[in-house]
């Protein structure tokens, strides 16, 4: 019988929580799910709700903790004289890297294992099957769980904070994207030409490959001085149509930045 206590309810508990059951069922696993969580959420067919934090964790084999990052070392203390000194304490926050190795050093303190969890797609249409990396001294055994319910883990090292950092560093140009997308489609929106860009950015996308995404850093060294007063305009074209411009005002700090101290190393094709 394998005991996980979840910590936090919340969609990615759930939805993982409820994958986890329905493929033990489905293989004949013994498995067990205990949930904690303070608020007032729904509690998940087949996951045994608890009323403190310690009787979610008493004789588990490992713990989940679902928490965001504000809350991950909060969540990690709760009932941390409670998780046996056998269990894997997995933390899936999306943290910083010191923020995981603080949390490892705490765990080590207690005498359990940790792990960093780094989800690398939306868990909702995902689940189970949501590919994560880890990272610490818990990495590899909890990658023969999850990989024998059939998550697509790869296990980056045995010290907290790696697979942390990775997504992160990741993050800065899928979440940046996003909001370089959202301000350009505002101001195409004042403008009325919200169609033709946007099909245009749809036909930029499409035919992206390595080749012209690595063109785009090293072109920007080339023709920094020339695309630093692209986006200057850039910015006043924002301002004149009523968006105020802050994806594109770093854009044009970081092509200053560009053309003073040149670009970051970048690996060759």
Same mark, same amino acid.
């Given at each position: 019988?394998? &005991?996980?206590?979840? +910590?936090?309810?919340?969609?990615?508990?759930?939805?993982?929580?409820?994958?986890?059951?329905?493929?033990?069922?489905?293989?004949?696993?013994?498995?067990?799910?205990?949930?904690?969580?303070?608020?007032?959420?729904?509690?998940?067919?087949?996951?045994?709700?608890?009323?403190?934090?310690?009787?979610?964790?008493?004789?588990?084999?490992?713990?989940?903790? +679902?928490?965001?990052?504000? /809350?991950?070392?909060?969540?990690?203390?709760?009932?941390?004289?409670?998780?046996?000194?056998?269990?894997?304490?997995?933390?899936?926050?999306?943290?910083?890297?010191?923020?995981?190795?603080?949390? &490892?050093?705490?765990?080590?303190?207690?005498? +359990?294992?940790?792990? /960093?969890?780094?989800?690398?797609?939306?868990?909702?249409?995902?689940?189970?099957?949501?590919?994560?990396?880890?990272?610490?001294?818990?990495?590899?055994?909890?990658?023969?769980?999850?990989?024998?319910?059939?998550?697509?883990?790869?296990?980056?090292? /045995?010290? =907290?904070? /790696? =697979?942390?950092?990775?997504?992160?560093?990741?993050?800065?140009?899928?979440?940046?994207?996003?909001?370089?997308?959202?301000? =350009?489609?505002?101001?195409?929106?004042?403008?009325?030409?919200?169609?033709?860009?946007?099909?245009?950015?749809?036909?930029? +996308?499409?035919?992206?490959?390595?080749?012209?995404?690595?063109?785009?850093?090293?072109?920007?060294?080339? &023709?920094?001085?020339?695309?630093? &007063?692209?986006?200057?305009?850039?910015?006043?074209?924002?301002?004149?149509?009523?968006?105020?411009?802050?994806?594109?005002?770093?854009?044009?700090?970081?092509?200053?930045?560009?053309?003073?101290?040149?670009?970051?190393?970048?690996?060759?094709?």
């Amino acid at each position: 019988m394998i &005991h996980i206590a979840i +910590f936090g309810l919340g969609e990615a508990g759930t939805l993982i929580g409820l994958d986890l059951l329905s493929v033990s069922k489905a293989n004949g696993k013994e498995l067990q799910l205990f949930g904690y969580d303070p608020a007032e959420v729904a509690t998940p067919d087949g996951v045994v709700r608890t009323t403190t934090p310690e009787e979610a964790v008493e004789n588990a084999d490992y713990v989940f903790s +679902f928490t965001g990052s504000v /809350d991950a070392t909060t969540a990690l203390n709760q009932a941390i004289s409670s998780v046996p000194t056998t269990a894997i304490y997995a933390d899936f926050a999306s943290a910083s890297a010191g923020l995981k190795r603080q949390l &490892h050093s705490t765990a080590s303190g207690a005498g +359990f294992k940790f792990c /960093d969890v780094a989800l690398m797609a939306m868990v909702p249409g995902n689940g189970i099957k949501t590919p994560a990396m880890l990272s610490g001294n818990g990495a590899s055994e909890l990658s023969e769980l999850l990989g024998g319910f059939g998550m697509p883990v790869q296990v980056v090292s /045995d010290k =907290a904070g /790696d =697979a942390a950092e990775r997504k992160l560093l990741r993050s800065v140009v899928i979440k940046g994207l996003s909001g370089l997308l959202i301000e =350009a489609m505002e101001g195409a929106n004042k403008a009325g030409c919200e169609a033709w860009l946007w099909q245009n950015l749809v036909d930029q +996308f499409a035919v992206m490959d390595k080749n012209m995404l690595q063109r785009l850093v090293t072109g920007t060294g080339i &023709h920094a001085e020339r695309r630093y &007063h692209e986006m200057v305009a850039s910015a006043e074209q924002l301002i004149e149509l009523g968006v105020e411009p802050l994806m594109t005002q770093s854009t044009v700090a970081n092509l200053d930045k560009v053309k003073r101290e040149g670009l970051p190393d970048v690996p060759s094709i």
